[in-house]
């Protein structure tokens, strides 16, 4: 397995439920029993996740933070396991990613751990993505000339939006231009993933080396223009003017790079609804981080205007409040979460996990 993990816990009944559902994962489990025991592991071998027990929340906490400080597991994917809600402002602030709560039972975990994977699977990737809106026609099985929207793509592989569900495992090939580029890129791949949204990863097979070369060019350049574009800007709360636009142009470089919070390209569908009201208005997440989201709709509310987002996907349902920053008719709005607690933080991190790309 390519994946490691420690699990620091005591808990016969818990380790059994852990390491079924990370052998199911295919992440490798190790386990330890004290937390200061695992201190010494901790400090001298690599892990892309340690899951931790807080029964001891001081020895654990030490654990915690002694893995943040060390520069071997200091990107690791901590997940802690918790008691009550009590211990979560804690943990959270020592530097966990992700919370379980007891008892520990493989319907609790599970979509946490598949959550952390995706994350520890995104860490692991060889080549950086680029956010891309870009329409393609693809071919598979029996299907030919079907519709489709690129979302990211990288050397090695990209996300798409498919109106139809793909066969799994099955070989496609693409056609597509990339935004300024005229030569058009055609090359096959294999489905690697796909989720209830229409979204699916492609992971490349055959790639002709004139295709290849137009691929790595314009990854190059927009990886670089975005990199150049953010020292120059000052910080959103010093440009009033131009914080109007946040979240409106999912894929232009200054405006994702305004934001600290890494954003996402999604297809998410949600229910809106206005503080006070309680009529649901049907739309569509375009881009989501931490901060905030894009939220695609024709008759988008005025900035200023207080909402709750409702997002329910196959594992999960969230709910968060937040307030339109800006407003663009006939295309969307951006809005800015209000997260008054870790829970919630922690609901959005996980939403955004189950969208990270394999």
Not at 121 to 132: L, T
Not at 231 to 249: I, K, M, Y
């Amino acid at each position: 397995m390519a994946l490691r993990s420690l699990v620091v816990c005591a808990d016969a009944k818990a380790v059994q439920v852990l390491g079924q559902l990370l052998s199911e994962l295919s992440i490798g489990a190790e386990h330890c029993g004290e937390a200061q025991l695992a201190a010494s592991r901790v400090l001298t071998q690599r892990f892309d996740a340690l899951v931790v027990d807080c029964q001891d929340q001081q020895a654990a906490l030490e654990l915690i933070s002694a893995a943040r400080s060390t520069p071997i597991n200091r990107s690791s994917l901590i997940i802690a396991i918790v008691d009550t809600r009590d211990q979560v402002r804690d943990v959270f602030a020592k530097g966990a990613n992700f919370v379980l709560y007891k008892p520990v039972t493989a319907e609790r975990a599970g979509s946490s751990l598949r959550a952390a994977r995706s994350l520890m699977r995104r860490e692991k990737r060889g080549k950086e993505r680029v956010s891309v809106h870009a329409q393609a026609s693809i071919a598979y099985a029996n299907s030919e000339d079907v519709a489709a929207i690129l979302l990211d793509l990288s050397e090695d592989g990209l996300a798409l939006q498919s109106e139809r569900k793909l066969p799994p495992r099955c070989k496609v090939y693409f056609q597509f231009a990339l935004p300024g580029k005229a030569p058009a890129v055609r090359l096959s791949g294999e489905v690697v993933w796909q989720d209830a949204t229409g979204r699916v990863g492609i992971r490349f097979a055959d790639v002709p080396q004139a295709s290849r070369r137009i691929l790595s060019q314009w990854i190059k350049t927009n990886l670089s223009l975005q990199v150049k574009v953010e020292p120059s800007l000052p910080p959103v709360s010093q440009q009033p003017a131009t914080r109007a636009n946040a979240g409106f142009g999912l894929l232009s470089a200054s405006s994702s790079n305004r934001r600290e919070k890494s954003r996402y390209a999604c297809r998410l569908g949600a229910d809106i609804y206005r503080a006070g009201e309680k009529v649901p208005h049907r739309c569509t997440l375009s881009d989501i981080s931490t901060g905030g989201c894009y939220v695609e709709s024709p008759a988008p509310f005025p900035a200023g205007t207080i909402v709750q987002i409702v997002v329910r996907t196959l594992e999960m349902k969230v709910q968060v409040l937040g307030a339109v920053l800006a407003t663009h008719p006939g295309f969307g709005m951006g809005v800015e979460f209000s997260l008054k607690s870790p829970y919630e933080r922690e609901q959005v991190q996980q939403l955004i996990a189950c969208q990270v790309e394999v």
